[in-house]
């Protein structure tokens, strides 16, 4: 796991290495043992390196045998022993050990095609030098992260943002239009990122530039054409634990020793008994625990570390800490946030990176495979009471969502009625996601009336609209949210300001058996009962998970993953002291000067805070998304990053 | 009806649950249709009437027929202060 950049010169001119050094400067934190630049003709190449597979061969950037390629790579390829065997076979020969060689022979034999033979998470560009043309690649969930800007004479690349921003004509002026898509959908619409200038290339997707132009290509996406049912129901979950019990052996394959996540949750507690499984020996498992009782789980942590026996570490979490780390969070994730989830995941991998851990296995993408979240639910409930709107008893199941939520369990019946009627019917495009999505946008009356005139004629559903896949309005409703959420929340905001992003920020490299891609199609193939049966989640995995897990883990119900919200900011820790940032950024004159937000809303928004009166789910929204907006502006202004 | 509990009312919504950004916020404007009360914001507006104006809520009365507009809300809280004052009267 590495951070990559890179620099073509459009014009044909000969490339320098001294930007592309800075900018692999700026990523050291993804790959602090070594750095490695390559300038050949119009193209410069570099590398931070975090050292798994072949410790000793795998430097780069990497080349092939006559020179004519060259590589950088971030990521791993975890079918790479496979591939080199058939490579092999077919005549190619090997300098290293390393996955990344692997890539470059693959590419010599199918071109831009060689992706779809890749099983892994991956963001690589090779540089063809005989064709003068550079081919980019991202994996097809997302989890490693791709940006990119083109400046008047020049593609620029990298694994961040920060490392973009090196470059002097890069601006770090805000996108409007992916401001209003995170406040509304939590995560940027791909390509767009939160700096008007900056792209990213989408999961699933490659960008190749040369003599012609460029062109981004979609060589695969999430579908969810449901197989007529074939199997029973113990084949599917014999099928689904052999898919995951492969995924999980070949997310092993390091030169570096492997740890896992504990959530104390269904998901992370697979992952870490298959790793036992297959490997039963010593194993470190890392979790985070919470001062707060309403967010702990170390428990259920603790069930599933004596059931496995794994050497256990926890880091406790306080409020205070997460006040503290939030300014380094938002550098690192590089895009405004609605929730303070990802700051106990910053100090959980820097738990991991002082542990001499450097590789992590963990649950994420289950929920988005198997119907884990409460939205599935949610809109189950929906669905089944619009079929019958008169009905008194359906909306009484209302009162199964969120039990982890006191404030909605207290709600009258009416009002919880009234607020998941919300949206148009089930056949609606967003009939899932309406409720969600429309509590959010009223995060944007924060909005100065500049940028709210700015935006007047943006319509933020129609621009998602016009991006769904043909045929998107004929899926079933659990299909339609299942990709909403594989598509848009996923890469958008789990695997990178929750994922990625955090865990680079201290050279940890997360991997993700439930999003294996055979996986991630099995799933899809799937009819929704398997998945979401009746109101249990996850049903299949549940089966097919059987006997692995503590029966306490097995049966508890599902608690996302949260972490305390506004209050963090405003409450003394427990040394007396309030983070001194966050009274400088709301401060009316700030936030009058930065231009995003009206200080005066912004104004009642922290003294509704500070009076301890920020308690529903939309006020910790608007204050951590306007808290992390304003401090993304300073570190981006102030630092040069 | 009684406009000082009107704007009352009004300035609580506009301030508690929309930033202070309620310009455009009409008298009869549903709560609940327009988002501006999210799941637990009635629990909020209830705390308030209860002690801005003395009145008692009590169960029966969390229907949007007596909280989801400012007019609604406005006659809610007379009615329940006449009510009250008839008691101790």
């Known amino acids: 796991m590495c951070g990559i950049a890179g620099i073509l010169n459009l014009d044909g001119a000969p490339a320098t290495g001294d930007l592309t050094g800075r900018m692999v400067s700026a990523l050291k934190h993804r790959g602090p043992d070594a750095r490695g630049l390559h300038v050949d003709g119009a193209c410069a190449l570099g590398h931070a390196r975090l050292s798994i597979i072949d410790v000793a061969g795998g430097h780069q950037p990497m080349t092939n045998e006559d020179k004519s390629l060259w590589i950088t790579f971030n990521g791993e390829i975890f079918n790479y022993l496979e591939l080199r065997a058939e490579l092999e076979a077919r005549g190619h020969r090997f300098a290293t050990q390393s996955d990344t060689e692997v890539i470059l022979h693959l590419y010599e034999e199918k071109g831009d095609e060689c992706v779809h033979d890749l099983n892994g998470q991956w963001a690589f560009a090779i540089w063809d030098a005989r064709r003068r043309r ?3 690649s991202r994996d097809r969930i997302g989890v490693r992260p791709l940006f990119y800007t083109f400046t008047s004479k020049e593609l620029v690349f990298a694994s961040e943002i920060k490392a973009l921003c090196e470059h002097p004509a890069v601006s770090r002026r805000i996108d ?15 390509p767009h990122t939160i700096f008007e200038q900056v792209k990213e290339v989408p999961p699933g997707h490659s960008l190749c530039v040369d ?11 999430p579908s969810y054409e449901v197989a007529s049912p074939t199997l029973s129901e113990d084949r599917c979950a014999e099928e689904l634990l052999a898919l995951l019990t492969d995924a999980t052996r070949i997310r092993l394959r390091s030169d570096v020793p492997v740890g896992a996540y504990l959530s104390g949750g269904l998901d992370s507690s697979v992952t870490t008994a298959l790793i036992k499984k297959i490997a039963d020996g010593r194993l470190r498992t890392f979790s985070v625990a919470f001062e707060s009782p309403e967010f702990d789980e170390s428990t259920y942590q603790n069930d599933v570390v004596t059931h496995l026996r794994t050497e256990h570490t ?91 939520l006191r404030n909605v369990q207290s709600q009258p019946d009416a009002y919880l009625q009234g607020f998941f009627r919300i949206g148009a019917g089930v056949s609606s495009c967003f009939f899932s996601h309406a409720p969600r999505w429309q509590m959010t946008s009223r995060l944007k009356l924060l909005f100065s009336s500049d940028v709210q005139g700015e935006l007047a004629g943006y319509d933020v559903y129609e621009d998602l609209k016009s991006r769904l896949p043909q045929g998107f309005e004929q899926w079933d409703w659990f299909s339609r949210a299942q990709y909403l959420e594989t598509s848009i929340l996923l890469p958008g905001y789990i695997l990178s300001s929750q994922g990625d992003r955090v865990a680079m920020a201290h050279a940890v490299e997360g991997r993700f058996p439930f999003l294996d891609h055979r996986v991630v199609r099995f799933a899809a193939s799937l009819p929704a009962p398997l998945k979401l049966k009746v109101l249990n989640e996850k049903y299949l995995l549940k089966r097919a998970a059987a006997g692995l897990i503590p029966a306490s883990v097995a049966r508890r119900s599902k608690q996302p993953y949260r972490a305390p919200e506004a209050s963090c900011f405003v409450t003394p820790d427990r040394r007396g002291r309030l ?44 204050f951590v998304a306007a808290l992390s907006t304003q401090l993304l502006i300073d570190r981006f202004k102030q630092t040069g990053a | 009806m009684d406009f000082s509990v009107n704007d009352d009312v009004r300035a609580f919504v506009i301030q508690n649950f929309m930033f202070g950004q309620g310009a455009q916020l009409t008298d009869d404007e549903s709560f609940l249709e327009a988002g501006i009360i999210d799941s637990t914001g009635v629990l909020e507006l209830v705390g308030f009437l209860e002690t801005k104006f003395g009145i008692v809520v009590a169960d029966d009365d969390l229907v949007p027929a007596n909280l989801d507009s400012v007019v609604r809300v406005a006659r809610f809280v007379e009615r329940k202060m006449k009510e009250r004052s008839r008691i101790a009267g």
């Open chain 1, 176 to 190: 409007l239009k992916a401001l209003d898509q995170i406040f509304t959908f939590w995560a940027p619409l791909a």
């Open chain 1, 211 to 221: 003599d012609s132009g460029h062109r981004v290509r979609e060589y695969w996406s």
């Open chain 1, 314 to 404: 926890q880091i406790t979490c306080t409020n205070g800490d997460i006040a503290q780390v939030f300014p380094d969070v938002i550098k690192h994730t590089e895009r405004p946030v609605v929730r303070t989830a990802p700051a106990p995941l910053f100090l959980l991998s820097r738990l991991v990176h002082e542990s001499g851990y450097k590789v992590v296995l963990t649950g994420e993408g289950a929920d988005e495979m198997f119907g884990g979240y409460d939205i599935f639910k949610e809109a189950k409930i929906r669905a089944f009471w619009a079929a019958q709107p008169q009905s008194v008893k359906r909306p009484q199941l209302l009162k199964r969502l969120y039990p982890y």
């Open chain 1, 579 to 622: 983070p001194d940032y966050v009274e400088a950024l709301l401060a009316p004159d700030r936030v009058a000067q930065d231009g995003i937000f009206n200080p005066m809303a912004i104004g009642q928004l922290l003294a509704k805070t500070r009076a301890g009166r920020t308690v529903g789910m939309r006020d910790n929204m608007a």
């Open chain 1, 134 to 136: 550079l081919f980019l």
